[in-house]
T-cell receptor, first 112, second 114 residues
Framework: SQKIEQNSEALNIQEGKTATLTCNYTNYSPAYLQWYRQDPGRGPVFLLLIRENEKEKRKERLKVTFDTTLKQSLFHITASQPADSATYLCAEQNTGFQKLVFGTGTRLLVSP | DAGVTQSPTHLIKTRGQQVTLRCSPKSGHDTVSWYQQALGQGPQFIFQYYEEEERQRGNFPDRFSGHQFPNYSSELNVNALLLGDSALYLC?????????????FGPGTRLTVT
């Protein structure tokens, strides 16, 4: 079955730098990859979605890439701020129904 | 416009008991999915309801059951609670009219089984 893998170690960066988070999948290429932000004790919040046939998607300071050869998606936050500190979840979604398969998430800590 | 709401916020139950969690989807959404999130893990899909029927199910035992009402709200029932059922239960809603299906999550219900 499909596995979504994210680095379980926290990522610590300094304010103003670019944070890059990695999401790898193991089997088939998903139709869509979605990225969510989750704060402690809260539900995930949708950030970006990228389709299988798209290489890159941007939204304000956020950028997502999708490399089907490497079976990988990268999530970038440019000019990071302490308010960006949270856990970021990657999820795959295929055509048909709407079920999401999530990775374990990567915690990002941005220090001033 | 209210987003996804869930009740209760927190719940403490004893092993062997039964629990019902409730979810109201975002206005205009017709599909409700339930996820279980253990501490330090990503959400795990339990099942999804559309048109009052279970449309897809994850790898969860029959102790987990659900229901969707005509107003699209939903309930998650868990019978014969185990200590391992302690988790954050998330409800997510989406619309079949907006492909691909971005999902809106509620704040979750924190269930503790003692």
């Amino acid at each position: 079955s499909q596995k979504i893998e994210q680095n379980s170690e926290a990522l610590n960066i300094q304010e103003g730098k670019t944070a890059t988070l990695t999401c790898n999948y193991t089997n088939y290429s998903p139709a869509y990859l979605q990225w969510y932000r989750q704060d402690p004790g809260r539900g995930p919040v949708f950030l970006l979605l990228i389709r299988e046939n798209e290489k890159e998607k941007r939204k304000e300071r956020l950028k997502v890439t999708f490399d089907t050869t490497l079976k990988q998606s990268l999530f970038h936050i440019t000019a990071s701020q302490p308010a960006d500190s949270a856990t970021y979840l990657c999820a795959e979604q295929n055509t048909g129904f709407q079920k999401l398969v999530f990775g374990t998430g990567t915690r990002l800590l941005v220090s001033p | 416009d209210a987003g996804v709401t869930q009740s209760p916020t927190h719940l403490i139950k004893t092993r062997g008991q039964q629990v019902t969690l409730r979810c109201s989807p975002k206005s205009g959404h017709d599909t409700v999915s339930w996820y279980q999130q253990a501490l330090g893990q990503g959400p795990q899909f339990i099942f999804q309801y559309y048109e009052e029927e279970e449309r897809q199910r994850g790898n969860f035992p029959d102790r987990f059951s659900g229901h969707q009402f005509p107003n699209y709200s939903s309930e998650l029932n868990v019978n014969a609670l185990l200590l391992g059922d302690s988790a954050l239960y998330l409800c997510a809603s989406s619309s079949t009219e907006t492909w691909p299906y971005e999902q809106y999550f509620g704040p979750g219900t924190r269930l503790t089984v003692t």
